[in-house]
């Protein structure tokens, strides 16, 4: 069956230019994460959904960062007036319920110019 | 606040030895661990999982990890490395299993012929 899906697979942009990051998750999980993976660290929480639940938004680094999911379905990670900083990998997850194991897409590795 | 400590950001072993990642925790309520693989160029692929049943949990790969709450640590072993286990291990916990995972910085294996 398929897995989560995100696209772009890579993306570069100018510093000062915004980005859409788009995610797929699995048919019928009800919980997405989004991570961000910066050279040489670990993942870094960014938001998380639930159900129609409001979303945890308590790792997204700064205003310019944010997230919407349409029902259970695609989330987009959005940027604006990105920075070199924001370069990372964007990796997106998703789980059945909330509970235990998230499965992973391949991510969105973002290069900022 | 959850924490995940993996000592060594690369290891070293020989084709054949024993594989040793270790891992410790920080915890206030008995937790859900994970170990995550990723291999080059791919998302990240769960190895295996303790959910508060065995403490010696046993994954894909021959890999497995034993939970050990007076040392808290959650450390993964495999008898004996081959070469496709080259990768970046991570080791994630999270409190209760409804939340977003809080991830090492990962260790690097690399499997010298």
């Known amino acids: 069956g398929a897995g989560v899906s995100q696209s772009p697979s890579n993306k570069v942009t100018e510093k000062g230019k915004d980005v859409e990051l788009r995610c797929d998750p699995i048919s019928g999980h009800t919980a997405l994460y989004w991570y961000r993976q910066r050279l040489g660290q670990g993942l870094e929480f960014l938001i998380y959904f639930q159900g129609n639940s409001a979303p945890d938004k308590s790792g997204l680094p700064s205003d310019r960062f944010s997230a919407e999911r349409t029902g259970e379905s695609v989330s987009t990670l959005t940027i604006q007036r990105t920075q070199q900083e924001d370069s990372a990998v964007y990796l997106c997850a998703s789980s059945l319920d909330g509970v235990g194991e998230q499965y992973f897409g391949p991510g969105t590795r973002l290069t900022v110019t | 606040a959850q924490s995940v400590t993996q000592l060594g950001s690369h290891v070293s072993v020989s084709e054949g030895a024993l594989v040793l990642l270790r891992c410790n925790y920080s915890?206030?309520?008995?937790?859900?661990l994970f170990w995550y693989v990723q291999y080059p160029n791919q998302g990240l692929q769960l190895l295996l999982k303790y959910t508060s049943a065995a403490t010696l949990v046993k994954g894909i790969n021959d890999f497995e990890a034993e939970f050990k709450k007076s040392e808290t640590s959650f450390h993964l072993t495999k008898p004996s490395a081959h070469m496709s286990d080259a990768a970046e291990y991570f080791c994630?916990?999270?409190?209760?299993?409804?939340?977003?995972?809080?991830f090492g910085k990962g260790t690097r294996l690399s499997v010298i012929a």
């Open positions: 994630a916990v999270s409190p209760s299993g409804n939340t977003p995972l809080v």
């Open positions: 915890s206030s309520v008995p937790p859900y």
